[in-house]
């Protein structure tokens, strides 16, 4: 802390650099990396830190171990995880009274903790490696895998992993228009939802008449569920930082801003650390490196709208306006920030840059699908065995996403969709899994690739109330400026919760497929026009389910409330008052030996009873009209 | 300075000046496309999309909206077939439940809309945004605004503006196409309550 570092004046100081940062390592030197990344913090790696901490000052080591605090590694919900180096022996659910024997068992006796190991369910095997868990083996982590290996507030450790030699070969051995021809070869495609081609975007940009010109970082995941922009921004930040230098210097912008959103502190506080580092090393700001190139940047935070990730509107909020879009006739890439030409791309995007600039296009374009190369960062979630985030090359299919790393579907239950692309993608049916996820793909069925958030559904979801609540959503974070978005959503969402509470008309589908359209066509900005994403695949894959609410009063997957009733079964109740007891509302009667019996006019449908029962008693059905009570049925004892 | 384009409204050839939008072309040549949120004065806003017009650049086809859209050599228009006028059917049906009065009406009127299966709370306020951005653009005065957004966006005076200037300006009276804000401005004692929340007091 404090100390000044030299700036760095040529690519040739920063390969010295380099080599004195790795030459004060050493290779066998046992490192603890622990992901402290908002998903494991909240499982408490904070604890487990200063456990390794304090141990390892209990046992003067501190000079032999070194504890690293990284960014997100993806499997999220086996947390807090450690990986040991440098066998990198990872360690899953680790407990802070684990500690102890980690360090005397694998820091100083280099054996293995079994007991912390991945145990792969289907065939038992213990996982020694990353590699060898199914979650990661299936996966390409080029833009993930170094938040194992970073500190994300210490850039030494960035350029020890090769950070910022692709803007050195940027700015000395390529001229602005060659990278721009590198990216466009590349055909690396717009991470943030719209899959323009980046490239091009850029060179939009550079030829637009007007200055100064600005690039801009797009961190405003808005989508529930989502996060791989703040891991790659909590756990890699320089990454991001590194080929927002490139995009300025090709686009000849010499301002940036980076647009994060508030309600991800460590984030911002990362980018921010990362941004004065790279100034004190002469990385950013004047001259960059010597090479006559300067660039400044600021970290703008959101203050919390959904729509603000929409680039007008994401603009309008850096003017320091209300968030709303704009009409885009003409491209933000020309007519953007204050008017200026301004280029702006999602974290992930910035990101892949550094890695295009130092291997190159075609290596690039050898990863991935012909019109969608190279990788792409999913938040997997719902009801998949695996959750958190993976990066695969694209054009792998839906099913080897949600079977070979997502483990499959919880509970042994049957798979019903998949929605990508967050809350404006699209249901996908079983029938589609062997999709190949690209950009064009996913639009050819009625979804989207979206900034990659992959939601999965059982057959416990109502494809209905799941739309109603993205409808929701999508109502509360609408700006309200056009018509369409404001008083269609607001019209959508009235019928459907018509229709979730059993109200709904047969017109009903019709209606909401006018909406639909009207939407699609008319909208001002893109959360308008993909809010019909929703609608229209649910209604096109998912109809018999809207025919069942409407016709039957019925609601297959068991989820409306209006719909439903519970109902405990006379065979399997064994009068044990477990439900009564915990029935907020009494609505359950029941004695000794007597079959318990719910009052449905009384019964709210909270669903504890059904939750608590230990025989599997409590039923619910649908349409709500369970057998007329009978008091007084005598309990059928089980055989024990 | 300004370079003549040609393009073509409904089959017909017409020249503008680079840099005028679709609806401004198609005004100066007798076209009519119905506005809602537009004024001459005022920044496009292109809010209430009833201006959608259809446009041909090379094979494809797409929606936009007339009052922002800028003209172009070679573009060609159409602002009165099948899909423009389902479009504007459907932005009426949506607006009545809420106004059926002034333009809101005659619109309705003209293009069939006789009901609406949509119910809504009768604000008469459609948020075309008029008055605030008449307040804000010409006036300066920034004394009327939105509240809140999404389907709860509303719009307000400003209480420490409002009460010291509109009594006396009243230019936006003549704006609203619903007349609403004179409704607003009559009880300008309670400037600081949104407008729904006025409508469910009276």
């Known amino acids: ?640 | 300075m300004s370079r003549e384009v040609t393009l073509k409204i409904n089959g017909k050839e017409v020249k503008a000046t680079e840099g005028m939008t679709i609806l401004q072309a198609a005004k100066n040549n007798g076209i009519e496309i119905p506005t809602l949120c537009y004024n001459e004065q005022l920044k496009p806003y292109g809010a209430c999309r009833i201006c959608t017009v259809e446009i041909t650049k090379g094979r494809r086809k797409r929606l936009v909206v007339a009052c922002v859209y800028p003209v172009e050599e070679g573009l060609e228009v159409e602002t009165e077939n099948e899909r423009v006028r389902k479009v504007r059917k459907m932005i009426l049906e949506l607006l009545l439940p809420l106004s059926n009065k002034g333009p809101i009406k005659d619109l309705a009127e003209k293009y069939g809309v006789t009901k609406s299966r949509f119910e809504a709370e009768p604000t008469d306020c459609i948020l075309c945004g008029l008055c605030v951005r008449y307040c804000a653009e010409v006036k300066k005065a920034n004394a009327i605004c939105f509240v809140g957004r999404g389907t709860k966006k509303q719009i307000a005076f400003v209480p420490e503006i409002a009460p010291n200037i509109c009594p006396t300006c009243r230019e936006c009276y003549s704006l609203c196409p619903a007349s609403r804000v004179i409704d607003l401005g009559e009880s300008i004692y309670s400037l600081s309550i949104p407008i729904s929340e006025k409508i469910k007091k009276s």
């Open chain 1, 1 to 640: 802390m404090g100390k000044t570092v030299k700036k760095i004046k040529s690519p040739s100081e920063l390969r010295k650099l380099r080599r004195e940062i790795l030459k004060k390592r050493d290779p066998k030197k046992p490192v603890i990396t622990v992901c402290v990344s908002t998903g494991c913090s909240a499982l408490g790696a904070g604890k487990v830190v200063e456990a390794l901490k304090k141990e390892i000052k209990k046992r003067k080591l501190e000079r032999k171990v070194e504890v690293k605090e990284t960014g997100c590694l993806g499997f999220c919900e086996l947390g807090p995880r450690l990986i040991v180096y440098p066998k990198e022996i990872p360690y899953f659910k680790v407990k802070p009274e684990d500690v102890p024997e980690i360090i005397s068992k694998t820091v100083i006796g280099k054996k293995v903790v079994e007991r912390l190991l991945y145990v792969d369910p289907v065939t038992g095997k213990k996982a020694r490696k990353l590699e060898e868990i199914p979650f990661y083996k299936h996966q390409l982590r080029l833009l993930l895998g170094n938040n194992a290996r970073i500190d994300p507030k210490k850039i030494e450790d960035y350029i020890a992993l090769g950070g910022y030699r692709a803007l050195a070969k940027a700015l000395f051995r390529m001229t602005p228009e060659q990278v721009i021809e590198e990216i466009k070869k590349s055909n690396l495609r717009g991470r943030g939802g719209g899959g323009f081609p980046t490239g091009r975007k850029w060179e939009t940009t550079r030829n637009a008449p007007g200055e100064p010109k600005y690039v801009l970082v797009n961190c405003d995941e808005g989508d529930p569920g989502a996060f791989m922009d703040r891991s790659l921004m909590e756990g890699n930040p320089h990454s991001v930082l590194e080929g927002l230098i490139i995009g300025a210097y090709a686009i000849g912008a010499h301002e940036g801003f980076i647009y994060v959103r508030e309600e991800y502190p460590m984030a911002v506080e990362n980018i921010t650390t990362a941004i004065k580092q790279a100034e004190e090393y002469g990385l950013l700001g004047e001259n960059i490196m010597g090479s006559g190139f300067s660039f400044k940047v600021k970290v703008h935070r959101g203050a919390g709208a959904f729509v603000s990730g929409e680039s007008s509107a994401l603009m309008t909020a850096i003017e320091g306006k209300v968030g709303e879009p704009r009409p885009k006739y003409i491209h933000t890439a020309v007519k953007g920030l204050w008017e200026k030409p301004s280029c702006l791309n999602n974290v992930e995007t910035w990101a892949n840059v550094p890695l295009i600039i130092l291997k190159g296009a075609d290596w690039f374009r050898s990863i991935g699908t012909k019109n969608s190369p190279g990788t792409k960062i999913f938040s997997l979630v719902g009801k998949v065995n695996n959750t958190g985030l993976v990066e695969v090359p694209m054009g792998i299919t839906l099913r080897d996403l949600i079977y070979k790393i997502g483990g499959g579907i919880r509970s042994g239950k049957k798979f019903k969709a998949v929605q990508t692309g967050g809350p404006s993608g699209g249901f996908i049916p079983e029938k589609y899994l062997d999709l190949p996820i690209d950009f064009d793909e996913l639009t050819k069925v009625g979804s989207m690739m979206g900034s990659g958030g992959v939601i999965v559904m059982d057959e416990d979801t109502c494809i209905v109330d799941v739309t109603r609540y993205y409808i929701d959503f999508l109502s509360e974070e609408s700006c309200g400026k056009c018509v369409p978005c404001r008083e269609g959503l607001k019209q959508t969402l009235n019928i459907l919760n018509r229709i979730c509470a059993g109200l709904g008309k047969e017109e009903d589908l019709k209606t909401l497929e006018d909406l639909s359209e009207l939407l699609r066509e008319a909208s001002l900005c893109a959360l308008g026009t993909t809010a019909a994403n929703p609608i229209m695949t649910s209604l096109n894959y998912f109809r018999e389910e809207y025919e069942a609410h409407i016709r039957e009063k019925r609601c297959p997957a068991k989820v409306c409330s209006a719909l439903i009733a519970y109902y405990i079964q006379p065979e399997k109740c064994q009068a044990c008052m477990i439900c009564s007891r915990n029935c907020p509302v009494n609505a359950i009667s029941g004695e000794r030996d007597i079959v318990h019996v719910i009052n449905q006019e009384k019964c709210i449908k909270c669903g504890i009873c059904y939750e608590v029962c230990p025989f599997g008693a409590v039923e619910k059905i649908s349409p709500p009209t369970p057998p007329p009570p009978q008091y007084g049925v005598k309990v059928i004892r089980k055989k024990k």
